[in-house]
């Protein structure tokens, strides 16, 4: 009974693990996705929407606080220490079309604006999250002299994160929009799979414990013999 109930433990908490982000920031689709302006062939649905929050000395007691739009497909992270006064943060959803074409890649999504506006001090980092209706092959950030391709983390959920230090304006580039950049984008843009790789590792945990404890088993009965 009691192995039952560890093989148990150990299979929930790797579905919790590998399924959770998934859940917790389901991936969005294509037709799900809130658009500006959707590309064409892709029905409109409710449209992006920005939001200009206030982030507190209190809130950044920790090091950190984040502040997201109200479908929280651009998520801005803000890390900062010894903050005297607040900081206004605005983060507007942009069509892309608008912006100066990408070279060799296709728009992923909504551009965005973000701006941060403190009066005595400026944040140590900030990081940038976005939701993209395709898998994310990189992140731009509009400068004076173009856009610049910036540093990426890949999400598990279908997110991706790019630093966002200076605000300006960001936009998720793709590949194609035709399929997945990779077995791994298309794999994380999923939100059923991950939890099936929770469960396969779950399977998996549990046969390496279990054999382990019969390895163990057997070696006081071989000293014995």
């Not at 900062?80 to 074409?101: F, G, K, M, N």
């Not at 701006?115 to 004076?144: C, H, I, K, M, Y």
């Not at 791994?184 to 779950?202: I, Q």
């Amino acid at each position: 009974m009691q192995r039952r109930r560890t093989y148990l433990t150990a299979a929930v908490a790797a579905v919790l693990v590998f399924g959770g982000p998934a859940l917790a920031h389901p991936p969005v689709s294509v037709e799900t996705y809130r658009w500006i302006r959707p590309p064409e062939g892709v029905a409109a649905g409710q449209r992006a929407a920005g939001r200009t929050a206030e982030v507190t000395p209190d809130l950044l007691a920790a090091g950190a606080s984040s502040v997201w739009t109200p479908d929280a497909q651009a998520v801005l992270t803000i890390r900062a220490v010894e903050v005297s006064s607040p900081a206004i943060v605005t983060i507007t959803p942009i069509d892309p079309a608008s912006l100066p074409p990408l070279e060799s890649l296709i728009s992923n999504g909504n551009a965005y604006r973000v701006q941060v506006t403190a009066d005595s001090w400026q944040p140590e980092a900030t990081e940038l999250l976005l939701a993209t209706p395709w898998p994310a092959a990189t992140v731009f950030r509009l400068g004076p002299d173009g856009w610049v391709d910036l540093e990426v983390t890949p999400g598990l959920d279908g997110r991706i994160a790019a630093p966002a230090q200076g605000g300006r304006v960001f936009v998720a580039a793709t590949t194609s929009t035709d399929g997945h950049d990779s077995w791994w984008a298309s794999f994380s843009h999923d939100p059923l799979r991950p939890w099936l790789a929770g469960v396969g590792m779950a399977i998996a945990g549990a046969a390496a414990l279990r054999r382990g404890q019969r390895r163990r088993a057997r070696q006081p009965a071989a000293q014995a013999a």
